[in-house]
T-cell receptor
Framework: QKEVEQNSGPLSVPEGAIASLNCTYS??????FFWYRQYSGKSPELIMS????GDKEDGRFTAQLNKASQYVSLLIRDSQPSDSATYLC???????????FGGGTRLMVKP | GAVVSQHPSWVICKSGTSVKIECRSL??????MFWYRQFPKQSLMLMAT?????????EQGVEKDKFLINHASLTLSTLTVTSAHPEDSSFYIC??????????????FGAGSRLTVL
């Protein structure tokens, strides 16, 4: 079992719709969770971080964390074509600053 | 915000040569930096953790004699791919941690270095 799992996609949504991206992790002791966006040929950029159960909203993005079920999700409201990218879920172990990444979900927002 | 500069962005080299990639934290000090590698259509794989003033910690399966890491100062870590071969062609990305506005540790990534070995 991979430490961090994501559906590779592609996930295709029409412009203006809500895109829902999911991620599960295996280490129950994980404490910090991150969503990164990566455009083709570029390095990842941080979108959201979440540390406690529940929802965290930032603009069009909402991160949801459920530690009991060991999943974290990212919702993108009013999806735009510019949101088309690969979204990486990352989990940090208890100790240190090292991140473990999921395989990424490719999102395609069609005009 | 925190900025991590990585250089060079692109490098093409002949098989058997060595290539050095630099990673600098521009506006903060980073005692720890991380080196990742990403093959096409795959996720980031951690290669090693670079520790200022001490030896790097390598992930299982990563050859420390091939991928030399030096973290001589709090703002600079270098990765040298020695005797590069075509299978080393990949996208190498460094990252460094610092305290975000919330006080929590966040990782900032460099722009990445795309290595092509002919």
């Amino acid at each position: 079992q991979k430490e961090v799992e994501q559906n590779s996609g592609p996930l295709s949504v029409p412009e203006g719709a809500i895109a829902s991206l999911n991620c599960t992790y295996s280490d129950r002791g994980s404490q910090s969770f991150f969503w990164y966006r990566q455009y083709s040929g570029k390095s990842p950029e941080l979108i959201m971080s979440i540390y406690s159960n529940g929802d965290k909203e930032d603009g069009r993005f909402t991160a949801q964390l459920n530690k009991a079920s060991q999943y974290v999700s990212l919702l993108i409201r009013d999806s735009q074509p510019s949101d088309s990218a690969t979204y990486l879920c990352a989990v940090r172990r208890k100790a240190g600053n090292m991140l473990t990444f999921g395989g990424g979900t490719r999102l395609m927002v069609k005009p | 915000g925190a900025v991590v500069s990585q250089h060079p962005s692109w490098v093409i080299c002949k098989s058997g040569t060595s290539v050095k990639i630099e990673c600098r934290s521009l506006d903060f000090q980073a005692t720890t930096m991380f080196w990742y590698r990403q093959f096409p259509k795959q996720s980031l794989m951690l290669m090693a953790t670079s520790n200022e003033g001490s030896k790097a910690t390598y992930e299982q399966g990563v050859e420390k004699d091939k991928f030399l890491i030096n973290h001589a100062s709090l703002t600079l870590s270098t990765l040298t791919v020695t005797s590069a071969h075509p299978e080393d062609s990949s996208f190498y990305i460094c990252s460094a941690g610092n305290r975000g506005s919330s006080g929590a540790n966040v990782l900032t990534f460099g722009a990445g270095s795309r290595l092509t070995v002919l």
